[in-house]
Protein backbone atom coordinates (compact mmCIF):
# COMPACT_ATOMS: atom_id res chain seq x y z
CA UNK A 1 0.00 0.00 0.00
CA UNK A 2 1.67 3.60 -0.72
CA UNK A 3 1.99 5.61 1.99
CA UNK A 4 1.57 9.39 1.43
CA UNK A 5 3.14 12.08 3.57
CA UNK A 6 2.20 15.69 3.33
CA UNK A 7 4.37 18.91 3.90
CA UNK A 8 4.25 22.52 3.86
CA UNK A 9 1.01 23.65 5.55
CA UNK A 10 1.69 26.60 7.84
CA UNK A 11 0.07 30.23 8.62
CA UNK A 12 0.19 33.05 6.29
CA UNK A 13 -1.82 35.67 5.40
CA UNK A 14 -4.97 36.80 3.21
CA UNK A 15 -3.61 37.29 -0.42
CA UNK A 16 0.21 35.13 0.36
CA UNK A 17 1.05 31.76 -1.05
CA UNK A 18 1.99 28.39 0.30
CA UNK A 19 3.48 25.32 -1.42
CA UNK A 20 1.88 22.28 -0.31
CA UNK A 21 4.12 18.84 -1.23
CA UNK A 22 3.03 15.57 -1.34
CA UNK A 23 5.61 12.33 -1.34
CA UNK A 24 4.60 8.66 -1.55
CA UNK A 25 6.26 5.77 -0.46
CA UNK A 26 6.20 3.34 -3.60
CA UNK A 27 7.45 3.56 -6.81
CA UNK A 28 3.89 2.36 -7.95
CA UNK A 29 2.77 5.85 -6.90
CA UNK A 30 3.89 7.40 -10.60
CA UNK A 31 0.97 4.74 -12.14
CA UNK A 32 -1.60 6.18 -10.37
CA UNK A 33 -4.02 9.58 -10.70
CA UNK A 34 -3.94 11.72 -7.51
CA UNK A 35 -5.89 14.35 -5.93
CA UNK A 36 -5.87 17.06 -2.87
CA UNK A 37 -8.73 16.91 -0.79
CA UNK A 38 -9.36 19.65 2.27
CA UNK A 39 -11.55 19.83 5.30
CA UNK A 40 -12.05 22.51 7.67
CA UNK A 41 -13.42 22.70 11.04
CA UNK A 42 -17.20 21.26 10.49
CA UNK A 43 -17.52 20.83 7.49
CA UNK A 44 -17.36 18.01 4.82
CA UNK A 45 -14.38 16.78 3.26
CA UNK A 46 -14.18 18.47 0.02
CA UNK A 47 -12.67 18.19 -3.23
CA UNK A 48 -9.10 20.60 -4.08
CA UNK A 49 -7.65 19.28 -7.21
CA UNK A 50 -6.79 16.32 -9.35
CA UNK A 51 -4.20 15.09 -11.75
CA UNK A 52 -4.18 11.51 -13.51
CA UNK A 53 -0.94 9.48 -13.67
CA UNK A 54 1.17 11.23 -16.15
CA UNK A 55 0.37 14.91 -15.33
CA UNK A 56 -1.50 15.42 -18.69
CA UNK A 57 -4.86 16.29 -16.88
CA UNK A 58 -5.77 18.31 -14.21
CA UNK A 59 -8.88 19.29 -12.98
CA UNK A 60 -10.01 22.11 -10.41
CA UNK A 61 -12.91 22.91 -7.72
CA UNK A 62 -14.49 26.04 -9.09
CA UNK A 63 -14.17 27.62 -5.69
CA UNK A 64 -9.76 27.51 -6.06
CA UNK A 65 -9.99 27.66 -10.10
CA UNK A 66 -7.33 29.98 -11.23
CA UNK A 67 -5.59 30.41 -7.60
CA UNK A 68 -4.24 26.76 -7.18
CA UNK A 69 -2.15 24.71 -9.03
CA UNK A 70 -1.82 21.05 -8.87
CA UNK A 71 1.52 19.34 -10.52
CA UNK A 72 3.39 16.17 -9.96
CA UNK A 73 6.83 15.02 -10.55
CA UNK A 74 6.71 11.19 -10.72
CA UNK A 75 10.70 10.43 -11.00
CA UNK A 76 10.76 12.55 -7.25
CA UNK A 77 7.64 10.57 -6.06
CA UNK A 78 5.74 13.97 -5.51
CA UNK A 79 3.03 15.55 -6.12
CA UNK A 80 2.15 19.22 -5.52
CA UNK A 81 -0.35 21.81 -4.70
CA UNK A 82 0.87 25.17 -5.52
CA UNK A 83 -1.93 27.71 -3.92
CA UNK A 84 -1.48 31.40 -4.51
CA UNK A 85 -4.06 34.42 -3.50
CA UNK A 86 -4.99 32.67 -0.53
CA UNK A 87 -8.11 33.05 1.66
CA UNK A 88 -9.54 32.44 5.02
CA UNK A 89 -12.00 30.33 3.61
CA UNK A 90 -9.13 28.42 2.31
CA UNK A 91 -8.16 27.32 6.10
CA UNK A 92 -8.46 23.61 6.25
CA UNK A 93 -6.30 20.38 6.83
CA UNK A 94 -5.24 19.65 3.35
CA UNK A 95 -4.90 15.83 2.57
CA UNK A 96 -3.23 14.03 -0.53
CA UNK A 97 -4.63 10.53 -1.86
CA UNK A 98 -3.80 8.26 -4.23
CA UNK A 99 -6.43 5.73 -6.85
CA UNK A 100 -5.18 2.39 -7.55
CA UNK A 101 -6.17 2.78 -10.89
CA UNK A 102 -2.62 1.66 -13.21
CA UNK A 103 -2.16 4.35 -16.04
CA UNK A 104 -5.63 6.47 -15.50
CA UNK A 105 -5.64 9.40 -17.98
CA UNK A 106 -8.42 10.59 -16.04
CA UNK A 107 -8.71 12.38 -12.85
CA UNK A 108 -11.40 12.29 -10.37
CA UNK A 109 -12.98 14.54 -7.38
CA UNK A 110 -14.73 11.88 -5.78
CA UNK A 111 -13.10 11.15 -2.38
CA UNK A 112 -14.81 7.14 -2.61
CA UNK A 113 -12.34 6.91 -5.43
CA UNK A 114 -9.22 7.39 -3.80
CA UNK A 115 -7.48 4.21 -1.67
CA UNK A 116 -4.79 5.66 0.22
CA UNK A 117 -4.32 9.39 1.99
CA UNK A 118 -1.93 11.13 3.63
CA UNK A 119 -2.44 12.33 7.30
CA UNK A 120 -3.41 15.91 6.33
CA UNK A 121 -1.17 19.38 6.81
CA UNK A 122 -2.93 22.10 8.42
CA UNK A 123 -3.46 25.53 6.23
CA UNK A 124 -4.28 28.73 8.05
CA UNK A 125 -5.11 31.41 6.40
CA UNK A 126 -5.26 35.13 8.59
CA UNK A 127 -7.44 37.83 7.64
Known amino acids: QVQLVESGGGLVQAGGSLRLSCVAS????????MGWFRQAPGKEREFVAG????????DYADSIKGRFTISRDNAKNTVDLQMNSLKPEDTAVYYC????????????????????WGQGTQVTVSS
Open 97 to 116: AAKYSVYDSRTSSRSDDYDA
Open 51 to 58: INWSGSNT
Open 26 to 33: ERTYRTYP
